[in-house]
């Protein structure tokens, strides 16, 4: 019994050249590699995302969402009168070697937060003349070399018309801590209320300057859960700093979540906290802040939406922050 074998059927040679000619451009247009759904495209990274652990904020060092953020400042320790300088806000010996040697497990650069609303007085008086602020200076760099910190984050916030001295202080610590290998960092909490071109000088001392813009919207008031962007006032907020000195490139968008103070701040949602990391990136800002970090989870369950909002815009390999930071 024989098998009857069939010609091949083959198209006729135009439909091909036709085909090609369709399907080589269409290739060229949307390789196949590189085709991807839309909400899966990756955010534009920010220069760095530097946020605020304060002492009163009772979370486990592993409990911390870690792959948020570049910087962590430890907020905070405080000056005294005669330049002294100590561990304030809640933090102890035991707390602070926890948190730095968990920090520096996932690869992120811990600070040592001096200062914090009030401390206006102590600073005033522990800067008045060149031996005080040595002494400041001396007391501020031996317990950040204590702890192990990679720099020091000031947080002089009542000025008092010192602008002069509020200069000197970063000027005189930048030239000590340039001394110290590997170099550390300086970073400051800053507003355009306490700004002017004086105390704009010390950019040219600083890694970071980080707005405390926490109540200035990126998205329309009354429609957070949208998402829809209105820039109008966080443009006039960062551009004030710009117009008295300081370079985009220096400056940090902050980022508040703190939905429980007297006068709530307005980023407690992730659709707010990643308009705020859009619009740092669509106009050439260095980075974003955040405060009050322990307000994310507490308002949501003990879940970290806004983290991991921002988490897409973290300069990390992964960038993607996991539920309550594990």
């Not at 006729?12 to 036709?18: A, K, N, S, T, V």
């Not at 700004?195 to 950019?203: D, P, V, Y």
């Not at 940090?252 to 307005?266: F, S």
Request: net charge positive; aromatic share 8%.
């Amino acid at each position: 019994m024989s098998i009857e074998t069939r010609p091949s059927v083959r198209p006729p040679i135009f439909i091909l050249l036709f085909a090609s000619r369709i399907a080589l451009p269409l290739l060229l247009l949307f390789p196949l590699n590189s085709v991807v759904l839309a909400d899966k495209v990756a955010a534009p990274k920010v220069g760095w995302v530097t946020a605020y652990w304060a002492g009163w904020a009772r979370i486990s060092p592993q409990e911390m969402p870690w792959k948020t953020y570049t910087h962590l400042c430890i907020f905070s320790a405080t000056p005294d009168t005669r330049g002294g300088c100590k561990l304030a806000m809640g933090w102890n010996d035991r707390r602070v070697k926890a948190a730095v040697a968990e920090g520096h497990r996932n690869g992120v650069k811990v600070l040592l937060c001096v200062g914090g609303g009030g401390e206006g007085r102590n600073f005033v008086a522990s800067t008045a003349n060149a031996a005080l602020r040595a002494t400041l200076i001396k007391n501020t760099i031996a317990l950040m070399k204590q702890y192990g910190f990679d720099g020091i984050d000031m947080d002089w916030e009542e000025l008092q018309g010192k602008y002069a001295e509020y200069v000197a202080l970063h000027k005189e610590l930048r030239q000590e801590l340039d001394k110290i290998k590997p170099r550390p960092l300086l970073t400051a909490a800053i507003a355009n209320w306490m700004f002017n071109r004086t105390t704009a000088e010390i950019r040219r001392y600083t890694d970071q300057l980080n707005n405390m813009s926490y109540w200035t919207r990126a998205v329309k008031a009354g429609a957070v859960k949208s998402g829809a962007m209105d820039t109008a006032d966080i443009a006039k907020d960062m551009q004030g700093l710009v117009d008295k000195g300081v370079p985009k490139e220096k400056l940090g968008v902050g980022i508040g979540l703190d939905y429980e103070e007297r006068r709530a701040e307005v980023d407690c949602d992730p659709k707010a906290c990643a308009a705020k990391c859009r619009f740092a990136n669509d106009n050439g800002y260095g980075g974003v802040m955040i405060w009050a970090i322990e307000k994310d989870a507490k308002k949501f369950g003990g879940q970290y939406p806004c983290h991991q909002a921002i988490s897409a815009f973290t300069p990390r390999a992964g960038g993607a922050s996991t539920d309550k930071g594990k």
